[in-house]
């Protein structure tokens, strides 16, 4: 099955940070690809700048090499790669100082498309800084977008000034702050999977839902990104955003439309009714754990501190935490999130559990009586499995038996998932920004998350140790179970 594409206007995009980690394993694979499927052609220019000096014959030598280590190119996709490549410049910028921002004016001249996009891929503190020289050098028309990756600031009050730098230079509707999770596939099917059907909203509440779960579960260590990584820590880094965007998917009340406004209302109303948690009750709500040595896939694995370069180190590599959500559909439903690095494996999951049935009518009868499971894959094999009890077949007694309705995208649609960056990029340059994060969003999820960092910098505990290759600290397991529930394990 091959999915439709429609074509985007032709567009100038400039990114900043353009010989970085982000632009070469991301940006310019997930556009070689839309370029690949004839999503955009010829007319549309892309620039990468930084600061050093490079040409671009240099630079186009550097993103074939990504293109070919990151996006499946092939020397058979030679004619594609240098019709794509054709489209791609350097321009030799500081974002620091002036240098450079009249030879990037110039890089616009007269064949300047109406849709220019300034993609930011650098650290959030240059971020202000771009903005104003952008501003400055009047490269900053009325169809202008400015694209910034998260984190938005370590806390919210930086989010705060970074977005007011922004907002001094662009409307809110040219900025598109990425999450890239929105992006996702799966993470889009839960819109179409709660609002397309009429099967699931009826149930989708506290007087059926028992609780809901939500793991992004990652094999790897920090790798080489240490030195941000120890500043930041899991609840800046993924909570703050991917697992609390996941969690206002999940719980907000159905939008009027697809609007992007109407859409980041309802989320932001959910970020809104999360009940706080503080130094009150972060002990009691929150595990946090940092990884030891141990294995990963076979391999024997360094500790933490190894990874980031650290002799000593209280940054969390892994978080769990019991949410809840003060609002009428969700009284009384707790939302157990979890992340962490050098996990037993690769898995990401919303997990929602449903209520047992009001009455037992299979007593005596042999067999398990489960709850029923949504359990929505995000990765890897993208998909939705329905765990439904049944009975056995065969002509003996009653034997019930728990099966699970599973189907796997791949599978069933014979078709790559696209990387999220993909269509978030057009969506970008169609000006659609139902899939980005809007201010007061971030503010609000950084309001939660505060007060939780407060809690843990005023005690003397440090993170939980775990063993690299497990499911995290024992904490996690106690934090659910205490309330007599499991994690979910099973993963077939
Ligand atoms: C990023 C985090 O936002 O998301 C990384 O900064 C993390 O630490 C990554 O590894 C996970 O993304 P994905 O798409 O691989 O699940």
Not at 412 to 422: D, S, W
Request: glycine content about 8%.
């Amino acid at each position: 099955m091959t999915s439709r594409i429609v074509p985007v206007k032709p567009f100038d995009l400039v990114i900043f940070g353009g010989t970085g980690d982000l632009a070469y394993r991301k940006i310019f694979p997930a556009l070689f690809h839309r370029y690949r499927d004839r999503q955009f052609g010829g007319d549309t220019r892309i620039v990468g700048t930084s600061r050093r000096a490079m040409t671009s014959e240099a630079y186009r030598a550097a993103i074939r090499e990504a293109l070919l280590g990151f996006a499946g190119a092939t020397s058979a996709d030679a004619e594609e790669l240098d019709g794509f490549l054709a489209v791609v410049d350097f321009v030799a910028v500081d974002a620091q100082t002036d240098q450079g921002w009249s030879d990037l004016k110039d890089w616009f001249g007269p064949k300047a498309q109406e849709v220019r996009g300034f993609y930011l891929a650098t650290a959030p503190d240059l971020f202000g800084g771009i903005a104003a020289r952008l501003a400055a050098h009047g490269l900053v028309t009325p169809t202008a977008r400015i694209i910034v990756e998260k984190p938005i600031g370590t806390d919210g009050a930086s989010a705060e000034r970074i977005n007011d730098q922004l907002g001094a230079v662009f409307k809110e509707s040219q900025i598109f702050r990425i999450d890239h999770y929105l992006g996702k596939e799966t993470v889009q099917n839960l819109l179409a999977l709660r609002f397309a059907n009429i099967l699931l909203e009826p149930l989708w509440n506290s007087n059926y839902i028992d609780h809901v779960q939500i793991t992004v579960a990652e094999a790897l260590g920090v790798g080489g990104r240490g030195a941000y990584y120890d500043h930041s820590g899991a609840l800046r880094d993924m909570v703050q955003n991917h697992l609390l965007q996941l969690l206002c998917l999940v719980a907000m009340e159905p939008p009027a439309s697809l609007d992007a406004d109407a859409v980041r209302d309802e989320k932001l109303k959910v970020l809104r009714s999360l009940e706080p948690i503080d130094a009150g009750n972060a002990a009691t709500l929150t595990v946090r754990g940092q990884y030891k040595a141990g294995a990963s896939n076979g391999d024997t694995v360094p500790a933490y501190l190894d990874d980031a370069g650290a002799s000593a180190s209280t940054t969390e590599t892994f978080v769990a935490l019991k949410a809840t959500i003060a609002n009428w559909r969700w009284s009384g439903v707790p939302f157990y999130l979890r992340t962490g690095k050098r996990l037993h494996e690769q898995r990401s999951e919303i997990v929602v559990v449903f209520r047992r049935v009001p009455h037992l009518l299979f007593k005596g009868v042999s067999g398990l009586m489960m709850d029923n499971r949504l359990t929505i894959r995000l990765q890897p094999d993208e998909g939705i499995k329905l765990g439904l009890t049944i009975k056995e077949p065969g002509p003996g007694g009653m034997r019930l038996q728990h099966v699970p309705l599973d189907m796997s995208f791949a599978e069933a649609f014979n078709a790559r998932a696209p990387e999220a960056y993909e269509r978030l990029l057009m969506d970008v340059i169609r000006g659609n920004a139902t899939l980005f994060m809007r201010r007061d969003e971030v503010q609000a999820a950084w309001n939660w998350i505060d007060p939780i960092r407060e809690a843990w910098s005023r005690t003397s505990d440090a993170p939980r140790p775990y063993v690299a290759g497990s499911w995290g600290p024992a904490g996690s397991v106690a934090l659910i179970e205490r309330d007599g529930r499991t994690w979910n394990e099973e993963f077939a």
